[in-house]
T-cell receptor
């Protein structure tokens, strides 16, 4: 069963506008972590932002914010004031406990295109 | 700087060969992961390890095995490579239970012919 769902295979946004990338997750853990990563065409994976399941405030990192709605099990990424360099694949990920440690699983990703 | 280094950027192997993909990290992270990345499927977890000699299956372990003899090194083994294992393989490492993201290697593009 899909545990991380990103329903938008591709998104377009005009430069300088804000964009929301959707992510829903499924877990029975009480304690878990949610992450967003960016993968530009160069292929490297860049960590953007983290939200802990017990954090009451939405996480923010510069132009990135995470809209965490625990009851809905959603963790959407909001990018404000989009820039051309934001064009990339974006992955939502969840860390949850496993038998002996923690594992991190990823969604299928959303490709964001920023238009000039 | 945290570094996760994968031994090869590109590999071409023949069907039936035994293939070793090596990953080394230099930050004393206890957790290490192997993923494969395919278009439209995102990153799928193959195996992970939370300590030396400890390993757990991820979501798609079939056809793969792993070895972690030292904390810094995590190897992915394709016992008998098949064409459906042609993919990009990504290694990652992380600390447990922190808000720090995982650190990824540069990836190995494996082609099985």
């Amino acid at each position: 069963a899909q545990k991380i769902t990103q329903t938008q295979p591709g998104m377009f946004v005009q430069e300088k506008e804000a964009v929301t990338l959707d992510c829903t997750y499924d877990t029975s853990d009480q304690s878990y972590g949610l992450f967003w990563y960016k993968q530009p065409s160069s292929g490297e994976m860049i960590f953007l932002i983290y939200q802990g399941s017990y954090d009451e405030q939405n996480a923010t990192e510069g132009r990135y914010s995470l809209n965490f709605q625990k009851a809905r099990k959603s963790a959407n990424l909001v990018i404000s004031a989009s820039q051309l360099g934001d064009s990339a694949m974006y992955f939502c990920a969840m860390r949850e406990s496993s038998t002996g440690g923690f594992k991190t699983i990823f969604g299928a990703g959303t490709r964001l295109f920023v238009k000039a | 700087d945290v570094k996760v280094t994968q031994s090869s950027r590109y590999l071409v192997k023949r069907t039936g060969e035994k293939v070793f993909l090596e990953c080394v990290q230099d930050m004393d992270h206890e957790n290490m992961f192997w993923y494969r990345q395919d278009p439209g499927l995102g990153l799928r977890l193959i195996y992970f390890s939370y300590d030396v000699k400890m390993k757990e299956k991820g979501d798609i372990p079939e056809g793969y095995s792993v070895s972690r003899e030292k904390k810094e090194r995590f190897s992915l083994i394709l016992e008998s490579a098949s064409t459906n294992q042609t993919s990009m393989y990504l290694c990652a490492s992380s600390l447990s239970g922190t808000g720090e993201g995982s650190f990824f290697g540069q990836g190995t593009r494996l082609t099985v012919v």
